[in-house]
């Protein structure tokens, strides 16, 4: 009697325990992504896209008084889109006689307008980065080689495509003369180095960014 009493305590709890795992299957716990997460890359291309800026503009900076030319001329020539050839001149003027209160056309605002253009340069270098990551991802993942080769491939793109497919048509019908194509004003040698640059920094910190699928079977905070 007493047997057949804890056989049927059994089977219920057997029941039970079924049910339970029923409803636990039924209710999932938190979502968590599995493969490919865009959102996740296109954020931590942002943050490396600025380091990636930061290297290339540190470079100019660095290697600018090299060819004659000023340390931020990679800035004003930035800028000449939209500002047009006054661009060129931010910065060179005299400080004797000006007024530290005066805005735009001082040297004080000169420097403010070219500190504006670094933080345009870094934040297009965030747009850059949000695009190079899934790239990375897709055709180079594990591949530290074919990444630095991707990096320059996709560096010297960017450059044809932006500097001649677009710039060389936009900046003269918006702003009335071609200074970002104008090897006088900027070597042709030097902004595509650039973009290279940028694409191989990238290239080099992709794995800081790249995303990793939590286990299967770890909990979830």
Not at 101 to 111: A, E, T
């Amino acid at each position: 009697m007493e047997q057949t009493a804890k056989q049927l305590e059994f089977e219920r709890l057997k029941e039970r325990v079924a049910q339970l795992e029923s409803e636990l299957q039924s209710h999932p716990g938190p979502w968590a992504p599995t493969g490919e997460y865009p959102a996740y890359e296109a954020l931590s291309g942002f943050v490396l896209g600025i380091a990636g800026a930061i290297v290339a503009l540190l470079l100019n900076v660095i290697g600018a008084p090299a060819d004659s030319k000023d340390p931020l001329q990679l800035i004003r020539v930035y800028l000449t889109f939209p500002l047009g050839e006054k661009a060129l001149t931010l910065g060179t003027r005299e400080v004797a006689g000006s007024s530290i209160g005066s805005s735009l056309g001082s040297p004080l605002g000169d420097w403010m307008i070219l500190a504006f253009g670094c933080c345009l340069y870094l934040g297009t270098g965030m747009l850059l980065g949000a695009i190079f990551q899934p790239v990375f991802r897709r055709y180079a993942d594990r591949s530290f080689l074919k990444r630095l080769v991707l990096g320059v491939a996709l560096g010297v793109l960017v450059w044809v495509v932006n500097f001649y497919g677009i710039l060389s048509w936009l900046q003269p019908l918006t702003c009335g003369g071609r200074w970002i194509t104008d090897n006088s004003v900027l070597p042709w040698w030097v902004a595509a180095v650039t973009h290279v640059v940028f694409g191989l920094t990238m290239a080099i910190l992709y794995p800081l960014g790249r995303f990793r699928a939590p286990a299967a079977g770890v909990e979830q905070a």
